[in-house]
């Protein structure tokens, strides 16, 4: 029976008790014998009677729809039960939770009737165990190595835990149960990803939880818990089943059936890997290709399976940027951590639509045509997904500078073997794919009770923002003006990486030092050391260390050579895709607020500095500490003539920030010239020229700013970045 039916009858029945109350106690008072009270009372009676009837009628109508409803249930679930036992898949094992195939219509229409629940259940406490919907499907994943299937099987039961109200994951065999179990502890635990699947693995999973039905959002007067259960049997087969060279091996024929057979289908397109790689379409029309031959010539016009098209790793820098600058994102409302995410359905639809297009010199454009010509277009669904989901620093709360929850430390963005996970795993649209497969309807009951708030493209464009003021002309650039010789040595050191990289950076600097206190002896010369930031609590922290300021050059080379690589603590690894170089610049800034004497800066390391804020165009984690390498550099060359050299490891890993820091010398560490290098930076005279510590009257001054390659700094086109650029706001740094 319906609600507002039943409201309006029993409203009604109300209505005519109060009016009949009324109407006796007005006919009592106004009586003046007992003849005309009994009239009173009699008409009273007698309009009495049809509001009784109404009130009758409507208790016997309630008591049989509620009668036929649980009648209903009890042969839906039993129908579902039965049909759902003893169904081979592939190679002709019996899956324990396995799905009926597409041959067994009658089984099928009987359970596609439970897929919406009925008026009844609405109306009853989700307390009833009896007005539990149960649905049994199979579901195939397809996809390419390296798009994350069996990620998203391992990240779905944290994704059920997280739902409102949560659900719970239990596997149906022993295997799948042991499934659950190991790789929860690998991605939880141990901070690792699943290993990838060899062949195809067979699950059988039971989802359990609860949908809210019953009356808007917010309104909990009418809102009704109505419980589901899910027997799902899932098909997760290797990625290279899905290339083209493997042609028709048993495998991937094997695979193709199970497809054919399965209720569902996920497929995963990764951005990521397609850039590299651009084989999503060949390989996506020849497994198709695949399908309607197994479907035979009886099958209809389209393949007839559910498509939920997953567009992975949602998280990566360069697939979110575009997301954002294009102002897909949304926020649920009710979500704790505020993360962004995309809307399913259209709007997924057509970011998917612009990936695609974006990739269209690898033939990617014709993907998003060919999945509609080849499936129903109502049965195809587009989800924005993350297995991993965004990192969560202290405040609990998305941080827009600072998402991404891997740490990549591998030259190529498909090579997932020496990957880690950064923090606990936050899935974003893991659990929607699966409940649409398994039962749209209750799917889109609860897609439509959330409440989204669109993320305008600009939001975070103001975060960090640098202020830029027009720069200096009268004196020019601060690293134009003529170098004196510097009273100050200052030594940054990367102290990270292999030991025998560590002990060349050390004897290079010891020799420079050594080569110049010789010369000046009364030069002060400090020595800092710097590592990496502890990215993750799996990696060990090597933070910035001063051992050394403004002290005579023999005391910093016996600082230089305390600093022979600590053997127990490469027992845990560190960040190797950046270093502290900000951090180290950010504390050399501080001691030297308000000295204006000339100084040389020297870095020697490899790595690049952490940025302030995640890039769209690098996995690289930000800076914890948020400071910006390059506002640090301009404060401390502004205000004072700093002589900036740099020795790097290798040349090849030269990149801007190495460029910048040796703005006016520059050599590697196995063929550097240690005289030539210390003259370019003004603490040694050139060869032939007269000693820069004479005044101007007594010899020509000479010009020191030159870097080892003979590059003249004179020329604007030479000047570094952060010595032409205008003064940004440094107030954070003193």
Same mark, same amino acid.
């Given at each position: 029976?319906?609600?507002? $039916?039943?409201?309006?009858?029993?409203?009604?029945? #109300?209505?005519?008790?109060?009016?009949?109350?009324?109407?006796?106690?007005?006919?009592?008072?106004?009586?003046?014998?007992?003849?005309?009270?009994?009239?009173?009372?009699?008409?009273?009676?007698?309009?009495?009677?049809?509001?009784?009837?109404?009130?009758?009628?409507?208790?016997?109508?309630?008591?049989?729809?509620?009668?036929?409803?649980?009648?209903?249930?009890?042969?839906?679930?039993?129908?579902?039960?039965?049909?759902?036992?003893?169904?081979?898949?592939?190679?002709?094992?019996?899956?324990?939770?396995?799905?009926?195939?597409?041959?067994?219509?009658? #089984?099928?229409?009987?359970?596609?009737?439970?897929?919406?629940?009925?008026?009844?259940?609405?109306? /009853?406490?989700?307390?009833?165990?009896?007005? #539990?919907?149960?649905?049994?499907?199979?579901?195939?994943?397809?996809?390419?190595?390296?798009?994350?299937?069996?990620?998203?099987?391992?990240?779905?039961?944290?994704?059920?835990?997280?739902?409102?109200?949560?659900?719970?994951?239990?596997?149906?065999?022993?295997?799948?149960?042991?499934?659950?179990?190991?790789?929860?502890?690998?991605?939880?635990?141990?901070?690792? $990803? +699943?290993?990838?699947?060899?062949?195809?693995? %067979?699950?059988?999973?039971?989802?359990?939880?609860?949908?809210?039905?019953?009356?808007?959002?917010?309104?909990?007067?009418?809102?009704?818990?109505?419980?589901?259960?899910?027997?799902?049997?899932?098909?997760?087969?290797?990625?290279?089943?899905?290339?083209?060279?493997?042609?028709?091996?048993?495998?991937?024929?094997?695979?193709? /059936?199970?497809?054919?057979?399965?209720?569902?289908?996920?497929?995963?397109?990764?951005?990521?890997?397609?850039?590299?790689?651009?084989?999503?379409?060949?390989?996506?029309?020849?497994?198709?290709?695949?399908?309607?031959?197994?479907?035979?010539?009886?099958?209809?016009?389209?393949?007839?399976?559910?498509?939920?098209?997953?567009? #992975?790793?949602?998280?990566?820098?360069?697939?979110?940027?575009?997301?954002?600058?294009?102002?897909?994102?949304?926020?649920?409302?009710?979500?704790?951590?505020?993360?962004?995410?995309?809307?399913?359905?259209?709007?997924?639809?057509?970011?998917?639509?612009?990936?695609?297009?974006?990739?269209?010199?690898?033939?990617?454009?014709?993907?998003?045509?060919?999945?509609?010509?080849?499936?129903?277009?109502?049965?195809?669904?587009?989800?924005?997904?993350?297995?991993?989901?965004?990192?969560?620093?202290?405040?609990?709360?998305?941080?827009?500078?600072?998402?991404?929850?891997?740490?990549?430390?591998?030259?190529?963005?498909?090579?997932?073997?020496?990957?880690?996970?950064?923090?606990?795993?936050?899935?974003?649209?893991?659990?929607?794919?699966? =409940?649409?497969?398994?039962?749209?309807?209750?799917?889109?009951?609860?897609?439509?009770?959330?409440?989204?708030?669109?993320?305008? +493209?600009?939001?975070?464009?103001?975060?960090?923002?640098?202020?830029?003021?027009?720069?200096?002309?009268?004196?020019?650039?601060?690293?134009?003006?003529?170098?004196?010789?510097?009273?100050?040595?200052?030594?940054?050191?990367?102290?990270?990486?292999?030991?025998?990289?560590?002990?060349?950076?050390?004897?290079?600097?010891?020799?420079?030092?050594?080569?110049?206190?010789?010369?000046?002896?009364?030069?002060?010369?400090? =020595?800092?050391?710097?590592?990496?930031?502890?990215?993750?609590?799996?990696?060990?922290?090597?933070?910035?260390?001063?051992?050394?300021?403004?002290?005579?050059?023999?005391?910093?080379?016996?600082?230089?050579?305390?600093?022979?690589?600590?053997?127990?603590?490469?027992?845990?690894?560190?960040?190797?895709?950046?270093?502290?170089?900000?951090?180290?610049?950010?504390?050399?800034?501080?001691?030297?607020?308000?000295?204006?004497?000339?100084?040389?800066?020297?870095?020697?390391?490899?790595?690049?500095?952490?940025?302030?804020?995640?890039?769209?165009?690098?996995?690289?984690?930000?800076?914890?500490?948020?400071?910006?390498?390059?506002?640090?550099?301009?404060?401390?060359?502004?205000? /004072?003539?700093?002589?900036?050299?740099?020795?790097?490891?290798?040349?090849?890993?030269?990149?801007?920030?190495?460029?910048? =820091?040796?703005?006016?010398?520059?050599?590697?560490?196995?063929?550097?010239?240690?005289?030539?290098?210390?003259?370019?930076?003004?603490?040694?005279?050139?060869?032939?020229?007269?000693?820069?510590?004479?005044?101007?009257?007594?010899?020509?001054?000479?010009?020191?700013?030159?870097?080892?390659?003979?590059?003249?700094?004179?020329?604007?086109?030479?000047?570094?970045?952060?010595?032409?650029?205008?003064?940004?706001?440094?107030?954070? %740094?003193?």
């Amino acid at each position: 029976m319906r609600r507002g $039916f039943r409201e309006a009858g029993w409203g009604l029945v #109300a209505v005519g008790v109060v009016a009949v109350s009324v109407l006796v106690t007005i006919g009592a008072i106004r009586a003046h014998g007992d003849a005309a009270f009994d009239r009173w009372v009699g008409w009273a009676s007698i309009d009495a009677l049809p509001f009784a009837a109404i009130g009758i009628v409507l208790v016997l109508l309630e008591k049989i729809s509620r009668a036929g409803g649980q009648e209903h249930r009890r042969t839906g679930v039993a129908a579902s039960g039965n049909s759902s036992r003893g169904v081979e898949i592939g190679d002709g094992k019996a899956q324990t939770d396995s799905l009926h195939s597409p041959t067994e219509t009658g #089984a099928r229409n009987q359970k596609e009737t439970l897929l919406t629940p009925d008026p009844g259940i609405a109306e /009853r406490s989700g307390d009833d165990t009896e007005s #539990a919907i149960t649905v049994c499907r199979t579901i195939g994943l397809w996809g390419l190595p390296g798009t994350g299937k069996t990620t998203y099987l391992a990240a779905l039961n944290k994704a059920l835990a997280q739902a409102s109200p949560p659900w719970k994951l239990n596997g149906a065999t022993e295997a799948s149960a042991n499934y659950l179990s190991n790789a929860m502890a690998r991605m939880l635990g141990r901070g690792e $990803f +699943p290993r990838a699947t060899a062949s195809i693995d %067979y699950f059988g999973f039971v989802m359990t939880g609860e949908i809210q039905v019953g009356g808007p959002p917010g309104v909990p007067s009418r809102e009704r818990r109505v419980p589901v259960r899910f027997d799902l049997s899932v098909i997760d087969p290797s990625g290279e089943l899905a290339r083209t060279e493997r042609g028709r091996d048993p495998e991937r024929v094997k695979l193709v /059936r199970d497809l054919a057979k399965s209720d569902g289908i996920i497929f995963f397109f990764d951005p990521v890997r397609e850039a590299e790689c651009g084989d999503a379409y060949e390989t996506f029309m020849d497994t198709v290709h695949m399908l309607e031959y197994e479907m035979g010539p009886s099958a209809p016009a389209r393949l007839p399976h559910h498509v939920a098209v997953c567009i #992975a790793k949602f998280d990566e820098p360069s697939v979110f940027s575009a997301a954002r600058e294009s102002g897909y994102l949304v926020r649920d409302k009710a979500d704790p951590f505020g993360f962004p995410r995309i809307a399913d359905g259209r709007t997924a639809e057509k970011f998917f639509d612009d990936l695609c297009c974006a990739l269209a010199p690898t033939g990617t454009e014709l993907l998003s045509t060919a999945i509609r010509r080849y499936f129903f277009e109502d049965h195809i669904k587009y989800f924005a997904v993350s297995s991993a989901g965004f990192y969560v620093n202290e405040s609990m709360r998305f941080d827009p500078d600072d998402y991404y929850n891997l740490v990549i430390d591998r030259p190529s963005l498909i090579d997932w073997d020496r990957v880690a996970l950064r923090g606990p795993i936050y899935p974003v649209n893991v659990f929607e794919p699966m =409940l649409w497969l398994a039962a749209p309807d209750l799917y889109e009951a609860m897609s439509g009770r959330r409440a989204y708030k669109r993320v305008e +493209p600009g939001s975070w464009e103001g975060r960090g923002k640098v202020r830029r003021k027009k720069p200096r002309t009268s004196s020019g650039p601060p690293g134009t003006r003529r170098i004196a010789r510097p009273d100050h040595l200052i030594c940054m050191i990367d102290i990270g990486g292999p030991d025998d990289e560590i002990r060349s950076r050390i004897e290079r600097l010891c020799q420079l030092v050594s080569v110049v206190a010789e010369s000046s002896p009364g030069l002060r010369v400090s =020595l800092v050391s710097y590592g990496a930031h502890s990215v993750s609590r799996r990696l060990r922290e090597e933070p910035v260390n001063v051992h050394a300021w403004a002290v005579q050059g023999a005391v910093a080379v016996r600082s230089l050579e305390g600093l022979n690589p600590d053997a127990a603590a490469e027992m845990t690894p560190a960040y190797r895709r950046a270093a502290e170089i900000e951090c180290a610049l950010a504390e050399v800034a501080r001691r030297l607020t308000g000295q204006r004497e000339p100084v040389a800066l020297v870095t020697v390391g490899a790595r690049p500095a952490f940025p302030a804020r995640m890039a769209s165009d690098s996995p690289t984690l930000p800076c914890p500490l948020r400071n910006d390498w390059e506002t640090i550099l301009h404060r401390l060359c502004h205000h /004072r003539r700093v002589a900036l050299g740099a020795i790097v490891s290798d040349h090849g890993a030269v990149g801007e920030v190495w460029t910048q =820091l040796g703005a006016h010398a520059m050599g590697a560490v196995s063929d550097i010239d240690i005289r030539r290098f210390a003259a370019n930076l003004g603490l040694l005279p050139l060869a032939g020229t007269p000693d820069p510590s004479l005044p101007p009257e007594r010899g020509e001054q000479p010009d020191y700013n030159h870097r080892h390659e003979d590059r003249h700094v004179e020329d604007p086109q030479a000047w570094p970045p952060c010595l032409v650029t205008a003064e940004k706001d440094m107030t954070a %740094y003193h």
